[in-house]
């Protein structure tokens, strides 16, 4: 196991318990107590934990949402890199596409400077600033900053969306349960990719397969929504039949 990977545990851990005996969490991680040790010194680095008295707690100056969104960001990026690499190939010259501001559609930017006259309508401000660094023309839609994900939110945000038709949506999820709906934990975000599904021709779905069979509160759209999910392993059957009884 990878130390960025231990540090997810670690973290995972300590924000369920708060705080733990360093001896029980070198069990837990299967590490010998130095190699806890070197770990836990780093993360203290980092303001994201402190030691005392043989116990690790979680810091109390740490930004949880911030932390996470980014560790998220670090995860399964090359699952995300092989979905963004077979979305692009849904886009064609001169099309306009809307980019919802998840780090799993980030990916596709990289991907974007080989397409001629593409216009380019997002809420990401990390998208849009990254696009006018490869002289890509994009709209950005503005709005209310969402906490840590660098993503606008808001009626100013939809205002934007309102005003431009795409040829394709592409968008991702916190999850997609086992009965077919796309899910997600934040409402104004879930509020801004259902504007934008009201504005594009195509929508895709680009779900990587750790959120398969994952629910959160607030549904996004079903599976008979969408017309395409891409994701880095075989769907299961159930995304399967959806579209196969769609189809008929």
Same mark, same amino acid.
């Given at each position: 196991?990878?130390?960025?990977?231990?540090?997810?545990?670690?973290?995972?851990?300590?924000?369920?318990?708060?705080?733990?005996?360093?001896?029980?969490?070198?069990?837990?991680?299967?590490?010998?107590?130095?190699?806890?040790?070197?770990?836990?010194?780093?993360?203290?680095?980092?303001?994201?934990?402190?030691?005392?008295?043989?116990?690790?707690?979680?810091?109390?100056?740490?930004?949880?949402?911030?932390?996470?969104?980014?560790?998220?960001?670090?995860?399964?990026?090359?699952?995300?890199?092989?979905?963004?690499?077979?979305? !692009?190939?849904?886009?064609?010259?001169?099309?306009?596409?809307?980019?919802?501001?998840?780090?799993?559609?980030?990916?596709? !930017?990289?991907?974007?400077?080989?397409?001629?006259?593409?216009?380019?309508?997002?809420?990401?401000?990390?998208?849009?600033?990254?696009?006018?660094?490869?002289?890509?023309?994009?709209?950005?839609?503005?709005?209310?900053?969402?906490?840590?994900?660098?993503?606008?939110?808001?009626?100013?945000?939809?205002n934007t969306i309102k005003n431009y038709n795409a040829d394709i949506l592409f968008?991702?999820?916190?999850?997609?349960?086992?009965?077919?709906?796309?899910?997600?934990?934040?409402?104004?975000?879930?509020?801004?990719?259902?504007?934008?599904?009201?504005?594009?021709?195509?929508?895709?779905?680009?779900?990587?397969?750790?959120?398969?069979?994952?629910?959160?509160?607030?549904?996004?759209?079903?599976?008979?929504?969408?017309?395409? !999910?891409?994701?880095?392993?075989?769907?299961?059957?159930?995304?399967?039949?959806?579209?196969?009884?769609?189809?008929?």
């Amino acid at each position: 196991m990878s130390f960025h990977d231990r540090e997810e545990k670690i973290m995972s851990i300590l924000r369920e318990k708060n705080s733990i005996r360093c001896s029980e969490l070198a069990k837990l991680l299967y590490v010998s107590v130095s190699t806890l040790r070197r770990d836990l010194e780093k993360l203290e680095a980092k303001n994201l934990i402190v030691k005392e008295h043989g116990v690790c707690k979680i810091s109390g100056n740490i930004r949880d949402g911030k932390y996470y969104y980014q560790l998220r960001e670090r995860q399964e990026n090359i699952a995300k890199n092989k979905i963004a690499k077979a979305a !692009v190939e849904l886009i064609k010259d001169g099309d306009v596409i809307m980019l919802e501001g998840s780090s799993t559609t980030f990916n596709m !930017v990289q991907f974007l400077d080989r397409f001629e006259d593409l216009l380019v309508v997002s809420n990401s401000a990390k998208v849009s600033l990254s696009l006018g660094n490869m002289n890509i023309k994009n709209i950005s839609t503005g709005g209310k900053m969402s906490d840590n994900t660098f993503s606008f939110v808001g009626q100013e945000a939809i205002n934007t969306i309102k005003n431009y038709n795409a040829d394709i949506l592409f968008f991702s999820s916190m999850g997609l349960s086992e009965d077919g709906y796309f899910t997600d934990s934040n409402k104004e975000e879930n509020d801004i990719t259902k504007e934008m599904m009201k504005y594009a021709t195509k929508k895709v779905a680009l779900i990587d397969s750790s959120k398969i069979g994952k629910k959160y509160v607030y549904n996004l759209c079903h599976l008979t929504d969408v017309d395409e !999910v891409i994701c880095e392993e075989e769907l299961p059957d159930y995304i399967k039949k959806c579209f196969w009884e769609k189809s008929k």
